[in-house]
């Protein structure tokens, strides 16, 4: 079981839009910032979102993030096919020291 | 841009030790920029941080693994290794290299090598 809860699924229709949520507690999320990665089947983990709300150079503004006490959210406006993937969010944890991520949510653009 | 690529046995048997490499290239591992990662994936599973290292020596690790894994780095081949013993079933896992920077994110990865224990 993951220290960070995220739901196993989500789906919406091309051009739509998804939210993902991370939820954890105040010694991971609560303290620390949270990054997003982006794993389609396959292929390695890229990275989406660090430092909760940044965008590594290359990732375009359809994908955004936020924080708000112990939970994260992964947003992603305009949903094309090849955003299906699985979605982990990421963050140290304080208390355990560990970096910990989430189970992954599967994205289905319908 | 950093590129990260793993190689080693992609079978290892029952109470053996699992010994990856990572190579790296377009950049050196002296340079002090990144801490360099070790990350698992169980297949279809979620991801296990193993642990990662520094140029500098400081090392951390996952204590899930209670001492059985060895993250060190050769600067003359410029490469990063992970060695896991006694290794079980449990261990058949995909293993990636990465590269942590500021805020916990790993933000290069390697293809990463599938690694299977049995006998």
């Known amino acids: 079981q993951s220290v960070l809860t995220q739901p196993p699924s989500v789906s919406a229709a091309p051009g739509q839009k998804v939210t993902i949520s991370c939820s954890g507690s105040g010694s991971n999320i609560g303290s620390k910032d949270v990054s997003w990665y982006q794993q389609v089947p396959g292929t390695a983990p890229k990275l989406l979102i660090f430092e909760n709300t940044k965008r590594p150079s290359g990732i375009p503004d359809r994908f955004s993030g936020s924080k708000s006490g112990t939970s994260a959210t992964l947003g992603i406006t305009g949903l094309q096919t090849g955003d299906e993937a699985d979605y982990f969010c990421?963050?140290?944890?304080?208390?355990?020291?560990?970096?910990?991520f989430g189970g992954g949510t599967k994205l289905t653009v319908l | 841009q950093v590129q990260l690529q793993e190689s080693g046995p992609g079978l290892v048997k029952p109470s053996q030790t699992l010994s990856l490499n990572c190579t790296v290239s377009d950049f050196s591992i002296s340079n002090g920029a990144y801490y360099w990662t070790w990350v698992r994936q169980h297949p279809g599973k979620g991801l296990e941080w193993i642990g990662y290292i520094h140029y500098s020596g400081d090392a951390f690790y996952n204590p899930s693994f209670k001492s059985r894994a060895t993250i060190s780095l050769d600067t003359s081949k410029n490469q990063i290794s992970l060695k896991l013993t006694s290794v079980t079933a449990a261990d058949t896992a995909v293993y990636y290299c990465?590269?942590?920077?500021?805020?916990?994110?790993?933000?290069?990865w390697g293809r990463g090598t599938l690694v299977t224990v049995s006998s």
């Open positions: 990421g963050v140290w944890d304080i208390s355990l020291r560990v970096l910990v």
């Open positions: 990465a590269t942590r920077s500021s805020g916990d994110c790993l933000d290069y």
